[in-house]
Each structure stands twice: as C-alpha cells, then as structure tokens.
C-alpha cells in the first residue's frame, strides 16, 4: 500500500486519498467513448497543469514504493483499442491544459525555425498559432484534434514519400518526465537515446514539451483521380506517390477502383481561393442513412455494396469548402492555406462522426514500398478468394480503404525505420495499408464476415516483412507482429527505457507484449 507525503494542490491530495485506498480500477475510453476502453484498471485521473506539476505527482506517487506504480499519459485519446495502459490499476495523467507554445522562432526569409509546443497542443491549436506568425509545420502532421505528444510517443505520420511526414521528423528536441520524475531533455543527434525518444510508445516517460521545426506558411493544391483498379495493381505505385509533397491512394475494393489524392505547394498570390477541408464531419441526416445501411450489412452483402457505392461517389467529389464564405467547393483543383487544405476540422454545422455513433475497427501495417504491387495484389487474392464463396466483401469507411506512404525515417521503433535484420529494403520509403471498417451499433459488434479481417491480418504479416502502427491495431495483431521487428532495435531500446524507467512505471500492454518486462 501506498503512503504519500502530504501535499499541498487539492488535485494531489485527492489522489492521495485514493492512493491509500485502492479500489477497482475503472475503465477510461478513447475518442470513440464508453465501450471502447483504452484501459481496464484505472485508479485515478489526473489533469496536468504545468510540467512542473506532472514532475511532482510521479514523485509523489513513486515515493515509498515505486515497483507497483503504473502511470501513462493520456492526450486525446485517439487512438483505437486497449493499448495505452498496462491492465494494472494505472494512474492517467491527461495532458490536455499542458497546452503553452512558446520560443518561436523564424527568421523573415529563413527556410525554418523553431517553436516549442507543451505535449497537450494539438494539431489545430499550433496550426492557428503558427498561420498567424506566417509560419506552419509542412508535413509532418496527423489529424486536428491529436496532441503533438500523442503523435510523437506513438509514431504517428502522414503520407509522402517526398517529404519527411512523421511527426517526429518535425521534433529537435523533448523534454521527458522520467520514472524518478525528474525532467530529462534529449536533443536529436543519432545517440540511441534520441533514437529511442524518436518513437517512444510513452515507455521513457511522459513527454512534456517538444521543440519543433517550422516553416514558411505555404499556400498548397489539392487534387484527386479515379483510377481503375488494374492500373494501380500493375503500376508504378511509387510513381503515383513520390513526385508530390504530400500523397495517398483510397481503395475501393467492390468498386475495383482508386482515388488518388495529392497535394503540392503553389505561390501564396497564385490564388484568393482559401478552401478548408472536412476530413471526419459528417450532417445527423448523413450519419443516420449511413448507421442504417451498415448496421443492415452486418447480415446483407448488398447493403456493404450499396455503402461503397454511395461512398465512393461523394468521396468523388472535394471534401472542402471556402472558408470564407462556407461555400461548397465543386471542381479540383482546390487552393488554400497549408493545414486548411491537407487537414482542415469540422464545418461549422457537423460534428465529427463518431459524434454519431458511427465507431470503426481498424488495422495499420506498414511494408516496404517496393513490396507496394506484391502486397494490394495479395490483398486483392483475399478479396477474390470470398468472392469464389459467393461472400461479397467491401470497404464499409466512408473514404475506402487508406493506401499511406511514408519517406524513410531512422530510430528505434519507428514503422518507417530501415537498416532492419528483415533485410528488406525499407530506406525507399514504405506503404502503409490501413484499413478501417464499420462497427455495427447491434448484436454482438462484429462485421459481416468477421473471419475475413482476421485473415487479412493474419496473412499479411505472416507473409510480409511489415509493421504495426502504435495506436491503430489490436494486441493480438500486436503479438503476432513481434516477429517481424529488428531483436536488435528491441534491444536497444530497452536498454535506454530501463535507464529512463528501471520500475517500469510507465509501461502499456504493448511494452509487454514487445518482451520489455
Ligand atoms: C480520426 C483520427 C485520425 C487519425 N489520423 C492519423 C494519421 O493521419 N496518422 C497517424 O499516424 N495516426 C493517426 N491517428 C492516430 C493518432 O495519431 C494516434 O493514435 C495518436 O497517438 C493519438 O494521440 P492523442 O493525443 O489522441 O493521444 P492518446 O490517444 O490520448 O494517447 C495515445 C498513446 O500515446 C500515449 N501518450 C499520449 N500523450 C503522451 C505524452 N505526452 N507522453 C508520452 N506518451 C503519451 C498514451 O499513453 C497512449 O499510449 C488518427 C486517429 C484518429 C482517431
Ligand atoms: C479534467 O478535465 C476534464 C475536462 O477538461 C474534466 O471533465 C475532468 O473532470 C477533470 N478531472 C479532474 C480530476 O479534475
Ligand atoms: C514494493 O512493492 C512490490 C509490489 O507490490 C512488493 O513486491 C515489494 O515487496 C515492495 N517493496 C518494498 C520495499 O516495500
Ligand atoms: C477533441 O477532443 C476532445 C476530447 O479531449 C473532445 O471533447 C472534443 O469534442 C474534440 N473536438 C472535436 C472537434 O472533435
Ligand atoms: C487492477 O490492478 C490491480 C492492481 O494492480 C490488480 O490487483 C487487479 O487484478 C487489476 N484488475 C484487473 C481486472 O486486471
Ligand atoms: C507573386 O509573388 C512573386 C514573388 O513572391 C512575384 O515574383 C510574382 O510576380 C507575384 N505574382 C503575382 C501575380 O503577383
Ligand atoms: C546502417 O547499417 C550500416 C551497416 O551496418 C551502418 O554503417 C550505417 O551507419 C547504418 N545506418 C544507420 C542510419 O544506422
């Protein structure tokens, strides 16, 4: 049992109390709410107000005894699955009010500077911050609603080849809350200690402030081709992906069709257009029609069929309005400031889907791009094999299935490393299939065809040498994905973690299964 010394912030003696009398732990949720828990076994919910404050909780909490001390950090929570904690009673420390940005730095003329964020900002807030200063973060960004040290713990991207696009890439240095509580600053250079802190999975410790490079604000296009599904499958993959800053296939697998979207800077005076795009925003009408048809898929192919094709013909269309006017825009090109056009947020009158109750599965595994062809083909071959059944499989997400990419990336743990004992060439970037699928809200919340997606899973990673996202799989993708990590990046990862953490603190389920324990 633990007893603390006393203290004098209300949030820590409340904590306290609960401290001394252990009760059962409760469940805390992702974004998508209750029934879709991150963690079984929390004690206690913290809301972190300065670094300072965060230094002094672990401190407190690891004071008599820190073997049976779990903690992890909690951003917001966008991620899928019970991944974040260890299934011990885990205190959560959110980093929501750690929101300071602060030190920007870019000279007038300068190709980049600097700015530091505090863990809890997120996309959308340094996005402002920064347009406003003329500056932006290019292309190393996730979704709006996402904490930089979410992004950064968990190894999060987004798709190009051209550019650097993990976050981490954009990072020059972090402060770390250690396992002792003290803060630690690790400044990139190609020591196994940046390597590790590069793609930390929250194992060091909680991120506290990271450092940033930024850029000149850019004004950039969006534009978007159907393409027969043939001509992806035998073609130039890399070709369609690599000459743009930013880039993605959507796969559209009843269809037998792709989208291709790509983006690239254009001169700010090029254009008044300021389109903002709407990447999860969805009206209650489309929500509701949307819920129906897909819960009726659970049992009837035909609706999943009817759903793509729906999909399929409004992802056809820009997702993006003016911003100045809430205007639909109707033709591609669309035009408009960097983070407006590759992420934008909600229309004023949406709410996010999940608002809705529309949840999702998902799976993320990552390959090496010059695996892109053998790997849909496979894929298409899983798809084929249910058809020869008579089971009609499809995409049931409202923008198909995401084909990412991502341009080589040195650290640990990172899904776009190379130099891996797989001997697979990874250093011209990598292909990430993601693959999210429709939740039904009735029964027992399997898909149609369940089976099918555990086989898809199952076979890739058994047959490719490829690599889990952090937040986007489940722990038995997990597990069985273990085999296809360098031993070796394991291994020096944790030998930074143990001088980070010797008590293991901070550790999650993943931690686990990847053998740190
Ligand atoms: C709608 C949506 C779109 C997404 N788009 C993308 C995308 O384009 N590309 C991509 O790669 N991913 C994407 N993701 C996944 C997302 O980037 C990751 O799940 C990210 O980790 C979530 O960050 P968060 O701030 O919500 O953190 P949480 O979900 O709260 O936490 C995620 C994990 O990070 C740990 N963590 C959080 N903050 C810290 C910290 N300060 N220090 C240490 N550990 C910490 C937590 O303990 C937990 O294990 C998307 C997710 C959603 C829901
Ligand atoms: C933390 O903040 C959230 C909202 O920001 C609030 O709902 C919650 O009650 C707070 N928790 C504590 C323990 O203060
Ligand atoms: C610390 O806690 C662990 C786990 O609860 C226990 O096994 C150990 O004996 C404790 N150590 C001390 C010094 O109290
Ligand atoms: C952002 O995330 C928070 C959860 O921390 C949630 O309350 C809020 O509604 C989200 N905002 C949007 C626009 O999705
Ligand atoms: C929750 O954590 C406590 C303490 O670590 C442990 O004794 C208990 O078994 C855990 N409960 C579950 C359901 O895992
Ligand atoms: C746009 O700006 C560039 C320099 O930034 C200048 O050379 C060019 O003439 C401008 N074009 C227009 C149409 O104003
Ligand atoms: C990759 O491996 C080679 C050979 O072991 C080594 O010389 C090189 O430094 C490594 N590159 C990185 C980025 O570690």
Redesign the pocket.
Known sequence: MLSLPSLSSTGLLLLAASAVT?A??FEYNTFDGPGFPSC??V?RVYNASSVADVSSLVKSLTASNST?V?VRAAGKGHMWYDTQCS????VIVRTEELSGISDFDLAPGADSGSVWVEAGVTFFQLAEYLHERGASVGYTLTNWNITFGGSVAMGAHRSSIREESMVAAGALAMDIIDGAGDVRRVVRDDSDEWLAASTSLGLLGIIARIQLKVYPDTKVYAKQETLEEKDVLDGDIYGLIAPYATANLWWWPYKRKFHQRYYDPVPANSTAQEGFQNTFSVTELEAVTARTMLDSGKYLATSNMLAEEIFFGLWSKPNFREKTTNEEIKEWPVYGWNYDVLIGGLYPDQKPEWDYGLAGYTLELAFPVTMANKMLKRVRQLFDDELKKGIVMTSTYRSGINIKFGKAYYDLLGQVTYNTSDGADWTKGAIMFDFPSYRPTIGDHKRFNEPFYHKVANTLIDEFPCRPHWTKNTRDVFARAVKNLDPDHLRRFNAVRKQFDPHGIYRSVIGEILGFY
């Open positions: 252990p059962a732990g079984h076994n004690s049976s779990r299934d011990a009673w885990t």
